[in-house]
T-cell receptor, first 113, second 112 residues
Framework: DSGVTQTPKHLITATGQRVTLRCSPRSGDLSVYWYQQSLDQGLQFLIQYYNGEERAKGNILERFSAQQFPDLHSELNLSSLELGDSALYFC????????????FGPGTRLTVL | AQSVTQLGSHVSVSEGALVLLRCNYSSSVPPYLFWYVQYPNQGLQLLLKYTSAATLVKGINGFEAEFKKSETSFHLTKPSAHMSDAAEYFCAVSDNTDKLIFGTGTRLQVFP
């Protein structure tokens, strides 16, 4: 158990819909990262937040957005969903900024039908 | 820009045999390198990390990796495979913006 929690574990929805994925980092960790794992793209970095502020952006679609709240939990919002958005979405946390190891949550498996 | 190449998407070994999973990196800054393992239907677990200290890094579950700057490699080894080592293994490099850049993964199968 990494100490990072993600909800829900599974999510099945239809094209065009909007979903919210939630992540609670390890106690005391200030940085939260979101990654997408799919068969065709592999593991890709989406976005990072540090202590409530956006720190870095990766291959995140404009239909996707995220935020980190004062209690440091984070949410990833996916809208206008397409079949190709079906993937595993991981959240990871690390103690602070900088090049430290990241601790991954169990992931949310999103299926878009 | 940083990148990671994992040679061999599938590796099969017999139980008790040496495990060798290959990783080569490209980095414009001194690299921080990681190996993660993913068991079926689970998240990623850190096996070990290199952060510019000792070049031979020991991790959990008997795994170790050696950083070779001249070869830009960070191969993962384990002297004796166990059935429970069957999983997918990812090599990753941390770039200067903190994010992890992952390789495409190597699925390890262990036969009895």
């Amino acid at each position: 158990d990494s100490g990072v929690t993600q909800t829900p574990k599974h999510l099945i929805t239809a094209t065009g819909q909007r979903v919210t994925l939630r992540c609670s980092p390890r106690s005391g960790d200030l940085s939260v990262y979101w990654y997408q794992q799919s068969l065709d793209q592999g593991l890709q970095f989406l976005i990072q937040y540090y202590n409530g502020e956006e720190r870095a952006k990766g291959n995140i679609l404009e239909r996707f957005s995220a935020q980190q709240f004062p209690d440091l939990h984070s949410e990833l919002n996916l809208s206008s969903l397409e079949l190709g958005d079906s993937a595993l979405y991981f959240c990871a946390s690390s103690p602070r900024g900088g090049r430290y190891e990241q601790f991954f949550g169990p992931g949310t498996r999103l299926t878009v039908l | 820009a940083q990148s990671v190449t994992q040679l061999g998407s599938h590796v099969s070994v017999s139980e008790g045999a040496l495990v060798l999973l290959r990783c080569n990196y490209s980095s414009s800054v001194p690299p921080y390198l990681f190996w993660y393992v993913q068991y079926p239907n689970q998240g990623l677990q850190l096996l070990l990390k290199y952060t510019s200290a000792a070049t031979l890094v020991k991790g959990i579950n008997g795994f170790e990796a050696e950083f070779k700057k001249s070869e830009t490699s960070f191969h993962l080894t384990k002297p004796s495979a166990h059935m429970s080592d069957a999983a997918e293994y990812f090599c990753a490099v941390s770039d200067n913006t903190d994010k992890l850049i992952f390789g495409t993964g190597t699925r390890l199968q262990v036969f009895p």
